[in-house]
C-alpha cells in the first residue's frame, strides 16, 4: 500500500493541501507534476514559498517524472503528488507511472458535462479516461479533505455512463 497522496487539483499547492492533507497523511514531500510549472520560475516560486520549509518540495515535467521512474521514491515515502488536471495524469500514467489509488478534489473541465460533486466537473473525455484507469486496476475516489466521506468514483459515473454511454 503506499503512503502518498496521489491528487488531481486544479489549485496545486493551497490550504486544503497544507492544512488539511499533509498532517492527515504525515506527508515529508510535496511533488508538483505538471509542463505548466515546471520551468515558469515564478509559479515554481511561489509554490516553495507556500510549502513550510521541513517539507521537501519537488517540481517535475511529465516526462521526467513518468519516464525516469523518479515517482517511485515518493510512493514509498509520505508524499503528495499533484496533478493539475485529469490529462496530465493520463499522460503521466501512459508514460509509466504506476499508482494504486488517486484522489480527485477539484477539477473544472472547460467542458464540464459531468459534475458528480460541487467541486469537480469533468468531461465526456475526462470519464472516458478515468473509466480507463479504473480498469487497469486503479482505485479512484472523491474528496476535498480528509474529514469528507470518500466518494467512489465509479459508483458515481455509472448513472452518468447509462445516460450517455460512456465507457460501453
Known sequence: MSLSLIRVDNRLVH???LEAWVP???ASHIVVVSDEVVGDLFREAVIRMAVPQQIETHIYG?????????????LEERSIILFNN??????A???????????????????????PTPSISLSEDNVRGLLSLADSGVRIELRC???????????????FGKSRDIGS
Open 93 to 115: 500514467h501512459r508514460r509509466g507511472f504506476k499508482f494504486g489509488s488517486l484522489n480527485i478534489g477539484n477539477v473544472h473541465a472547460d467542458h464540464g458535462a459531468y459534475h
Open 24 to 26: 492527515f497523511i504525515g
Open 15 to 17: 490550504g486544503q493541501i
Open 145 to 159: 479533505v480528509p474529514k469528507d466521506r470518500p466518494v467512489d468514483f465509479l459508483r458515481v459515473v455509472k448513472k
Open 86 to 91: 485529469i490529462d496530465d495524469l493520463l499522460r
Open 62 to 74: 511529465i516526462g521526467e517524472f513518468s519516464r525516469e521512474s523518479a515517482y517511485r521514491r515518493y
